[in-house]
């Protein structure tokens, strides 16, 4: 069989499997390969299929995890909520007595209610600026992680279908056998799970 199958041309896997004593090496109504550029296309066409969607699940995680993540908005306004009241008063009785706000008590001295009431707008003015110079740059940051992982999937794909190939074609025409169009297929699975196994432990924690 010297035509090249088009992709994917799989056929019913027990042609190869069940009763296959005496036959001849390749099956008829099977697909097989015999150039290595088949093999690689298969095996990168499957590759591409079952391992790019990994990293694009884990940049879309990456992605949204940055962009989505827990704002200090509320620990800045505990803070700001909490500098507004004094400690608690005690009493001649030794017990605590009401808390007041600090600006009542800084009533009689106009010129420092006019230094805190000026400061508080310079600092209400800057956490302004820097919330949205923040909300600029995680946005930034969290297409730059998901361009980073859709990149590195496609080269990683990429990498392993040459390997996968290269391996898969030098074994089979090392022992003089046909490659079935179910061997890249095999190989990408294989693949994909030895990536899976790679990512689980040290990309998600990183995330």
């Known amino acids: 069989?010297?035509?090249?199958?088009?992709?994917?041309?799989?056929?019913?896997?027990?042609k190869e499997i069940l009763n296959i004593e005496g036959r001849e090496p390749e099956q008829p109504g099977a697909s097989y390969l015999h150039n290595v550029g088949d093999v690689f296309r298969?095996?990168?066409?499957?590759?591409?299929?079952?391992?790019?969607?990994?990293?694009?699940?884990?940049?879309?995680?990456a992605f949204l995890n940055i962009t989505f993540s827990p704002s200090r908005s509320r620990a800045v306004s505990r803070l700001e909520k909490d500098d507004d009241f004094s400690q608690?008063?005690?009493?001649?009785?030794?017990?605590?007595?009401?808390?007041?706000?600090?600006?009542?008590r800084l009533h009689d001295d106009d010129e420092l209610t006019r230094q805190h009431t000026a400061r508080s707008a310079?600092?209400?003015?800057?956490?302004?600026?820097?919330k949205r110079n923040e909300t600029r740059s995680r946005l930034t940051f969290s297409l730059l992680a998901l361009l980073v992982f859709?990149?590195?999937?496609?080269?990683?794909?990429?990498?392993?279908?040459?390997?996968v190939s290269l391996l898969m074609s030098g074994m089979?025409?090392?022992?003089?056998?046909?490659?079935?169009?179910?061997?890249?297929?095999?190989?990408a699975v294989i693949s994909v799970l030895v990536s899976v196994l790679s990512i689980?432990?040290?990309v998600v924690d990183l995330i």
């Open 88 to 104: 608690v008063d005690v009493g001649d009785d030794g017990q605590e007595g009401e808390s007041y706000p600090l600006t009542q």
């Open 200 to 202: 689980w432990p040290t």
């Open 150 to 163: 859709l990149t590195f999937g496609l080269a990683g794909t990429t990498i392993a279908s040459v390997l």
């Open 122 to 130: 310079t600092i209400k003015s800057r956490s302004s600026k820097r």
């Open 42 to 61: 298969f095996t990168f066409f499957w590759n591409v299929i079952f391992h790019t969607p990994i990293f694009a699940i884990c940049g879309l995680y």
């Open 172 to 187: 089979f025409k090392a022992g003089g056998y046909s490659m079935s169009t179910w061997i890249p297929f095999l190989g």
């Open 1 to 14: 069989m010297s035509d090249t199958p088009e992709w994917p041309s799989l056929y019913q896997p027990g």
